[in-house]
């Protein structure tokens, strides 16, 4: 067997595994997804085009 | 037989001041190393005497480029206990990790360096006033055309041809941004195109040229900068600029790993295809800029190859290569870990976002946008990519998918700690950082291959350190905690 099909045999099984529960794994993901939005708007600066505006370095190596 | 691969990482931290009139960076630097190192690490000098940045690896010494270089000789720049350098270059807070002996150790210390700037960040504000603050960012680019570098420094022997390496790294180097890239929202410079919504590598819009000196304008792919800082004679040290500052443990391990497995197989002479890219410079950027991994490029000998095609041959070079031999488990591990990421990156590249910097980020923006209904060409979502890499452990993106359990991480929190005042034990970063905290006092000068004691006596005394292996903890650990003062140290080392 090529070392080409031995990948492809390895992935077929890897989509295999994770079709198992999409549903539940879905709705979980999304939560979580969710939740990390709310925190990363707490981190985000208001002004959203103002800062990236103002966000200039002088270039390096 | 290839010489180990010493090796470590210098970053430069992007830096910008809140509730000023006007940013000086170079000011804003130096505050930051100031209020965090302390007076008695301070008063040691680093030695430039051995420094030729100019020198050119193809042989002549190059004279072009001599006002962009070299002028950071009266800057800020201390040596810190762990071996590492930390000092201002180019208008940004700079940190050199200590040599490591392997791509796990080094991951330790590019983090260690992360926490360093932090803390600096902290100790710095006590001392500013109310409203004005002090941001920084381990990326590469301000969106605007400006770059800032995260090279990486690899110990090659001088016996192998530069030729050689210009040949067999060029294709290895411009293919690995599929798991070393950060990811960018958009693109710039002077082939900035609109349609370019989001790429892999942070650095591929600023290179312009394959093979070159320069670090700071018309970069090339691989650079000629000849300073071995160790024997010339035996060593060279190869300086990568190309790359990305990862905030992925696994992307900086991977990056190193792979890159100096690479490196050995071209010193053993071990690669024996052709796997030259017919126009490397273009194809840095058209890799850079297809997040689906599916785009072709032209070899030399005719073919069209994706990135991750070509990846797959010098994987499956690198396990030839190691068949025969006594394989450590960090290099087993690097090997394992390319291989299920090439895996991945030809079926779905989105399924590594637990793993590497672009995808992680990729996802997460797209996740934003469709939850809030925002276009590509949204100025938030070039704050998130911004925000990505602030080294704030509770304000970086970054790390609130780490929080968050959707980062997977390699090496622990107690190794990053230990690795912030600690040096490898097994190069010489361990005698360079162990003297310093011993006998600060007594040393004038230090810098990557040499001591300098002011012992009392009529002349300094130099340590030589031509070697990046000796003066580990196994040989001179007892004698580093026995020494009485640096006099007794240096009379023992010359025994």
Known sequence: MSEEQKRRRKTEQGSETEAEAPVKTERRNSDQVDKLITEIDEVLEENAEEFVRSYVQKGGQ | MAVPKVMGIETEYGIISRGVEEHNPI????LLINSYVSPRLKRVRWDYEEETPLRDARGAFQRAGLDFLDDDGGLVSVILENGARYYVDHA?????TPECSNARDLVIHDKAGERILAGSLATAARSLPSGVQILLYKNNSDGKGNSYGCHENYLMSRATPFSNIVSQL???????QVYTGAGKVGSEGSGADKQVQYQLSQR???FEVEVGLETTFKRPLINTRDEPHADPEKYRRLHVILGDANMSEISTFLKTGTTALVLSMIEDNF????LRIAGPVSAFQTISRDPTCKSRVLLSDGRTVTAVDLQWEYLDWAKKYLADQDVDGVTAEVVGRWEETLGALETDPMSLAR???WVAKYRMIEAYQERKGLEWGDPKLSL???QYHDIRIDRGVYYKLVESGQMDTLVSEQEIADAVSEPPHDTRAYFRGKALSRFASQITAASWDAVIFDTGADALQKVPMMEPLKGTKATVGRLMESARDAADLVEQIRA
């Open chain 2, 355 to 357: 793993q590497l910097d």
């Open chain 2, 271 to 274: 690669i024996t295809s052709d």
């Open chain 2, 384 to 386: 998130i990519d911004l």
């Open chain 2, 204 to 206: 591929a819009d600023f």
């Open chain 2, 170 to 176: 060029t294709p290895f180097l411009v293919t690995r």
């Open chain 2, 92 to 96: 940004h807070p700079e940190y050199s």
């Open chain 2, 27 to 30: 000011f804003a630097s130096s």
